[in-house]
């Protein structure tokens, strides 16, 4: 079920609904999913499908992460990325084999706990987490290159536009009922809005659960 043929076949899928970058696509096959989610639904980590995490949460469909992967890379070579929504640390690892280095802020301290253990296992040096609000960002480690939120909010947290460097990418779920992704790139003081397809996520939330 975890196989390599199961994995060939979620790449090739993942091809077929255009995702084109080869380096997002290596990734998405050589990262072990099945280690980001229970055992009982690891035999379903290489269908394009959310799974849930616990704590009302869910490990976004491969499709997503890829999309928004290859949105975040489209601009160049990252340095510095920051993610607001850790969860399993799923779309973190994928992140820290495409980049320098990953920052990721997560609001559930379970979750996090359980993401750092992943990413040890992995070996992922470049990744540091935070147990945090990411409404605020990060501010001490900012700007960034590129900026990935994973939870889906209405507004984007200003902190974020503050923390994005100049030339710098960010791409979110907007909106509540309805959402669609939302790519905004700064170009020194003015920043671009642009919205894309419909998306699917859990509602970005205030404070953090210990
Ligand atoms: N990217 C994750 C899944 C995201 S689910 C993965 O690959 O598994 C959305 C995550 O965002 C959840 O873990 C949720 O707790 C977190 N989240 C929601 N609001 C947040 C906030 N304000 N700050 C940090 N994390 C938040």
Same mark, same amino acid.
């Given at each position: 079920?975890?196989?390599?043929?199961?994995?060939?076949?979620?790449?090739?899928?993942?091809?077929?609904?255009?995702?084109?970058?080869?380096?997002?696509?290596?990734? *998405?096959?050589?990262?072990?999913?099945?280690?980001?989610?229970?055992?009982?639904?690891?035999?379903?980590? &290489?269908?394009?499908?959310?799974?849930? *995490?616990?704590?009302? !949460?869910?490990?976004?469909?491969?499709?997503?992460?890829?999309?928004?992967? !290859?949105?975040?890379?489209?601009?160049?070579?990252?340095?510095?990325?920051?993610? *607001?929504?850790?969860?399993?640390? &799923?779309?973190?690892?994928?992140?820290?084999?495409?980049?320098? #280095?990953?920052?990721?802020?997560?609001?559930?301290?379970?979750?996090?706990?359980?993401?750092?253990?992943?990413?040890?296992?992995?070996?992922? #040096?470049?990744?540091?987490?935070?147990?945090?609000?990411?409404?605020?960002?990060?501010?001490?480690?900012?700007? &960034?290159?590129?900026?990935?939120?994973?939870?889906?909010?209405?507004?984007?947290? #200003?902190?974020?536009?503050? !923390?994005?460097?100049?030339?710098?990418?960010?791409?979110?779920?907007?909106?509540?009922?309805?959402?669609?992704?939302?790519? *905004?790139?700064?170009?020194?003081?003015?920043?671009?809005?642009?919205?894309?397809?419909?998306?699917?996520?859990?509602?970005?939330?205030?404070?953090?659960?210990?």
């Amino acid at each position: 079920m975890t196989s390599q043929r199961t994995r060939e076949r979620l790449v090739q899928r993942l091809r077929e609904e255009g995702v084109s970058d080869a380096r997002v696509l290596e990734v *998405i096959r050589s990262l072990p999913r099945h280690l980001f989610v229970d055992e009982a639904l690891a035999h379903r980590a &290489y269908e394009d499908t959310a799974l849930p *995490i616990g704590h009302n !949460q869910t490990l976004s469909q491969p499709y997503t992460v890829a999309r928004m992967s !290859q949105l975040l890379l489209a601009g160049g070579p990252l340095d510095k990325v920051l993610e *607001i929504g850790t969860g399993s640390g &799923y779309q973190t690892a994928v992140l820290a084999r495409l980049v320098e #280095r990953v920052f990721s802020v997560e609001r559930i301290q379970h979750l996090q706990e359980r993401a750092r253990e992943r990413l040890q296992t992995l070996d992922l #040096r470049n990744v540091v987490l935070r147990w945090g609000d990411g409404h605020e960002g990060w501010a001490a480690l900012a700007p &960034y290159h590129g900026i990935l939120v994973t939870a889906a909010a209405r507004e984007v947290p #200003r902190a974020l536009l503050e !923390q994005l460097a100049p030339g710098g990418r960010l791409v979110m779920p907007f909106g509540e009922q309805t959402q669609q992704l939302l790519l *905004i790139t700064r170009e020194g003081s003015h920043f671009s809005h642009q919205l894309l397809e419909p998306v699917r996520f859990v509602p970005l939330l205030e404070g953090v659960v210990g």
